[in-house]
């Protein structure tokens, strides 16, 4: 950490190699996404919502017409929204690297503004994402001419096969919790999952929700164990944990939905999207009213968005934190030190 600023000229020299090193891991990944025939999108950043999951937080603003009458937008959190009417539209293999928002979030792994490379595949399995990322990873390495990914004295090494769990699996491998057990036919319960918690030493409150105890289990105890060595595809989240996700055929306690780490560090989030208006409906307003509950706000529903869905055919999707990667890539241990101009 330095008082210096970014764009002092001796700290800017000090910090252009890594800046060198992103712009190469942006243009290899756009071969590779033109090489696999993706079009190249660039959603607009306001919107009328900025997502509808409960612990997401938005940027507001306010756009005023001709006849004076401001209308509250907001920066989006992520360009899914405008990507899936893309979709539905007719595109069926497109690609952004956009800039997003998210309010509240600030931190060494996190910037208030950060780039998201977001891509979609109509009519393929979940599971070829995957292959994706871990592709996108190794010619990150590449640009950075690193062999491996790094995170403080973590490695990962993305040129081995990734390893592929259950969100299940890695619950009863590292916090010796049958989580699936804690999800009855009426959906989870979170009295059954503060006990087994409890009995492994993850403190719960009296007034925590399932969700709750879910984050803080896997903050604690799993995400620091994934990536090691390898690059971990965490698979199958809890459905209620993936509201934008088709839940799994043999399963419906679970969805297609899976995050990548390495170096303990979360990369990207990719789903089996859900195409259902009525079911999104319902969920959205369910996070709406968990966000109401814990933070006193509410977004707006996104209607066009939901009437899109109608005509979205099947497809999958994932969002990737093109700036973590770089970090990763280039072994550094902020944010800020891959971002051209950083936020003040």
Known sequence: MTDTPWWNPGRHADRRPVLLARNRAQAAIRAFLADHAFVEVDPAALALSPGNEAHLHGFATEAIGNDGVPRR??????????????????????????????????????????????????GQDYAVLMDDTAAMARLACVAAGAAVLRFGDIECDPFQPYDRVSVAQAFARHAGIDLLATIGADGPDAAALAVAAGAVGVRCAADDTWSDIFSRVLVERIEPHLGHGRLTVLDRYPAAEAALARTCADDPREAERFEIYACGVELANGFGELTDPSEQRRRFESEMDEKARVHGERYP???????????????????????????????????DDVLWTPVP
């Open 73 to 122: 937008m907001y920066l989006h959190t992520s360009p899914e929204f405008a990507m899936k009417k893309l979709l539905a539209a007719g595109e069926t293999r497109i690609a952004a690297f956009a800039h997003v928002w998210r309010n509240r979030e600030r931190g060494p792994r996190h910037s208030p503004e950060f780039t998201m490379l977001e891509w979609y595949r109509v």
């Open 301 to 335: 529903l996104d209607e066009d968005f939901l009437a899109a869905l109608a005509l979205m055919p099947p497809a999958s999707g994932i969002a990737l934190g093109f700036d973590r990667l770089v970090m990763l890539a280039n072994a550094v241990p902020r944010i």
